[in-house]
């Protein structure tokens, strides 16, 4: 019975990617939500088994077997459940970057953005003015990153690697702490 639910658990969950049509989306929702459900069960059941077990006091090398078989089908389970969730359209899909390690030549990464394209042939210097694409990329913690606190009216912005100190009304650049990532 547990397999063949965790097997069925499986194929919901296998088989959501690849409905990905907005009009697929909401029986997917209803979908995973069951699975989700069915899943809660399942942990459930085992460990009320578990408890069982430790009550009676005798747990046989076999039931010990078959409860630790049954907590990694669960345990399989829900990583597949959170693989399902987190498989969106970012950066992991996109072909250019099938297969390649390390850093992604031609983007930056927007902590809380994911990554985004360089602006080539920008210089960042003392003068100058932060582009508004990248004024919204504050800083929010400077000491964290070895940076002095920005004077009234100012903020830290993180930019293509570097923290530019950047005037809130104007985006005039202050200062450059260059490679500062």
């Known amino acids: 019975m547990k397999k063949s639910l965790l097997v069925a658990v499986a194929v919901l969950t296998a088989a959501g990617p690849i409905a990905t049509s907005a009009a697929m989306a909401q029986p997917r929702d209803r979908e995973v939500r069951e699975s989700r459900r069915e899943l809660r069960e399942e942990r459930r059941e085992l460990r009320d088994e578990r408890h069982d ?94 940076l002095r606190a920005p004077p009234r009216g100012h903020r830290w912005v993180y930019a293509d690697g570097n923290f530019v100190l950047m005037a809130l009304a104007t985006g005039l650049i202050a200062e450059v702490v260059s490679n500062g990532w």
């Open 53 to 146: 077990a430790r009550r009676d006091g005798v747990v046989t090398p076999r039931e010990r077997r078959a409860i630790e078989r049954d907590r990694q089908d669960v345990r399989e389970a829900r990583r597949e459940l959170r693989f399902d969730r987190r498989r969106a359209e970012t950066w992991r899909d996109r072909a250019e970057w099938r297969a390649y390690r390390g850093d992604r030549q031609g983007y930056w990464y927007a902590p809380g953005y994911g990554y985004r394209p360089y602006m080539r042939s920008y210089a960042w210097r003392r003068g100058a003015y932060v582009p508004r694409a990248y004024r919204s990329y504050y800083v929010q913690d400077p000491y964290y990153y070895g």
